[in-house]
């Protein structure tokens, strides 16, 4: 089977930084997605890791270790804008197989 | 820039009707998804296809088909719709590496 878990929602205050946690339990592991997304509004790509270690992209870092099947994202310098759920999906295999989702968090970002 | 549309953003039928949502991606991608997304529940996947006239079935299946005669469209089918059918239906679309999926603006689906 295939399990990811990330909290469901947590707050944080503007100017701040947040980390979001993933854990992933999945028959095989051929990278992992950070998607955001707005209330109402379809997700959008973040970030991509395959590899340990931490990729940095502007104000968001993500990072990977494969062997404790942990990924975390970082978002630094909250703004308003960053309330949205953050969804953490996992490619189980290569080829033609979906991506496999958790739940998402639900991040709000106050004054 | 990738470009994912869907054919309505709402959607209001009665129960009993046949629905079609129709999805169309820009970017010549083989591979395209049909996901329902329901508060606590997450994105759950209904469909795929990797190639045209192929398709795979996802984790929630029941009451839906789909169908892909071009690369560029694929239509998810409600052969007859029920009220625990509204939704929000996402559709999406991946290429190649690094393999992201590009989601559609969605559509808000209600059953009355």
């Known amino acids: 089977g295939q399990n990811i878990d990330q909290p469901t929602e947590m707050t944080a205050t503007e100017g701040a930084i947040v980390q979001i946690n993933c854990t992933y339990q999945?028959?095989?592991?051929?990278?992992l997605f950070w998607y955001q997304q707005h209330a109402g509004e379809a997700p959008t790509f973040l970030s991509y890791n395959v590899l340990d270690g931490l990729e940095e992209k502007g104000r968001f870092s993500s990072f990977l270790s494969r062997s404790k099947g942990y990924s975390y994202l970082l978002l630094k310098e909250l703004q308003m804008k960053d309330s949205a759920s953050y969804l953490c999906?996992?490619?189980?295999?290569?080829?033609?197989?979906?991506?496999?989702f958790g739940k998402g968090t639900r991040l709000s970002v106050i004054a | 820039d990738v470009k994912v549309t869907q054919s309505s953003r709402y959607l209001v039928k009665r129960t009993g009707e046949k629905v079609f949502l129709e999805c169309v991606q820009d970017?010549?991608?083989?591979?395209m998804f049909w996901y329902r997304q329901d508060p606590g529940l997450g994105l759950r996947l209904i469909y795929f296809s990797y190639d045209v006239k192929m398709k795979e079935k996802g984790d929630i299946p029941e009451g839906y088909s789909v169908s892909r005669e071009k690369k560029e469209r694929f239509s998810l089918i409600l052969e007859s719709a029920s009220t625990n059918q509204t939704s929000m239906y996402l559709c999406?679309?991946?290429?190649?590496?690094?393999?992201?999926?590009?989601f559609g603006p969605g559509t808000r689906l209600t059953v009355t």
């Open positions: 999906a996992v490619r189980p295999y290569s080829g033609n197989t979906p991506l496999v």
């Open positions: 999945t028959s095989g592991f051929n990278g």
């Open positions: 970017m010549d991608h083989e591979n």
């Open positions: 999406a679309s991946r290429g190649g590496y690094p393999y992201e999926q590009y």
